[in-house]
């Protein structure tokens, strides 16, 4: 049954078509450039674009999976969370077109998706989940940083967050300070790798912390108090590596720390790792090191499906009709605060 998922839920118009687990097409239109302009992402833009973008991703979508609107099975769309404005568009469009085609909708939790982009490997991706196994989720975004222990397929509890800044906010706020362009993290990973990690010391918050909680914003201050008082530090591009590096090295330690300890008190014996974030080479390696040693499963998410895409909105929505005949109504509304149960 060919599915097709819409993602708009903040600055990427995605749509994709899935079936039986395998990912037909999937297409995301990115605005960054758009945003970059103003240094992060402005709500109102974004939903403009998406209203732009939309109906053409979507044809490609369908190009791309040789499959006909008449021919599919059910649609899907991202419900929340997400700024309002941008969810609106794409769960709106996705409402109309299963009631158009009376077929059945699902509207799907944004970071629920997350949790399963990890599973999809080869290329064109395939889902799979006849290897799924309990495991602890690290999601890492420009707005999220989250723990979660997926218990079992469709089950799932929210261990800990941050309290303030997310993993990739602390990037892109620390590229800022270093006057790199929005959004930071991918150029900030590229200087890191000619710097010296421990050139400077950064603190590492809240990595003793019991919790499973993070927070971020006292490491962006501490470098920008840092740059206050080495005010010609920037001058020279050794240092601006060294920089990028050490405050790098910083966020990675306080990610894999917690992500490792949370996996070891559970006793699960995989991590799965998705959102923008993952994207970044050294924490890559770093889980990779970490999951070796303490000899747990690892699964990241490929680099095309980190950031968002409505792949892994489909996939998990045709999970869902087929494990639980969920759907939801045509008249729903969007939820931009959905917590993650
Ligand atoms: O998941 P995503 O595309 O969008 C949302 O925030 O939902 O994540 C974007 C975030 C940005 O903060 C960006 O700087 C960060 O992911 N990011 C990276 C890398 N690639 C993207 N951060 C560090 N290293 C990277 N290679
Ligand atoms: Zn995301």
Redesign the pocket.
């Known amino acids: 049954m060919p599915l097709l998922a819409v993602e708009t839920?903040?600055?990427?118009t995605g749509a994709a078509v899935v079936h039986q687990g395998r990912v037909l097409s999937n297409v995301v239109s990115s605005q960054i450039s758009l945003h970059a302009e103003y240094g992060g992402v402005v709500p109102e833009l974004a939903a403009r674009e998406h209203l732009r973008n939309l109906i053409p991703v979507v044809r490609l979508a369908l190009r791309d999976a040789s499959v006909a609107a008449d021919q599919l099975d059910a649609v899907a769309a991202t419900r929340g969370p997400g700024l309002p404005s941008a969810l609106m568009v794409g769960f709106k469009a996705a409402q109309a077109v299963a009631f158009v085609l009376g077929r059945p909708f699902l509207g799907i939790h944004h970071h629920e998706a997350h949790l399963y982009s990890p599973w999809l490997k080869g290329q064109p991706p395939v889902a799979e989940f006849s290897k799924f196994q309990p495991n602890l989720s690290l999601i890492?975004?420009?707005?999220?940083t989250l723990l979660v222990h997926v218990r079992a397929e469709l089950d799932h509890t929210l261990l800990g967050s941050t309290v303030d800044d997310?993993?990739?906010?602390c990037?892109?706020k620390v590229?800022k300070l270093i006057g790199l362009p929005y959004?930071?993290?991918?150029e900030?990973?590229r200087l890191a790798e000619g710097g010296n990690p421990k050139a400077f010391d950064f603190p590492r918050p809240m990595i003793d912390d019991p919790s499973d909680d993070f927070s971020f914003s006292g490491l962006k201050t501490s470098v920008r108090y840092f740059l206050r008082d080495h005010p010609t530090l920037l001058d020279d591009p050794q240092h601006v590596r060294d920089l990028c590096a050490s405050a790098?090295a910083a966020i990675v330690d306080v990610l894999v720390t917690k992500t490792i300890r949370a996996a070891k008190r559970l006793r699960v014996g995989c991590v799965t790792a998705s959102?923008?974030?993952t994207?970044?080479?050294a924490?890559r390696q770093r889980l990779t090191d970490a999951c070796e040693r303490e000899r747990l499963t690892l699964l990241l998410a490929g680099s095309s499906l980190?950031?968002?895409n409505a792949a892994m909105i489909g996939i998990l929505a045709e999970r869902k009709l087929k494990l639980r005949s969920e759907e939801t109504t045509i008249d729903a509304d969007i939820l931009p605060n959905w917590a993650l149960g």
């Open positions: 839920s903040c600055d990427e890492v975004s420009g707005g999220h997310a993993a990739g906010e990037f892109d590229g959004p930071a993290g991918p900030i990973d790098q959102g923008g974030v994207c970044n080479r924490l980190c950031t968002d």
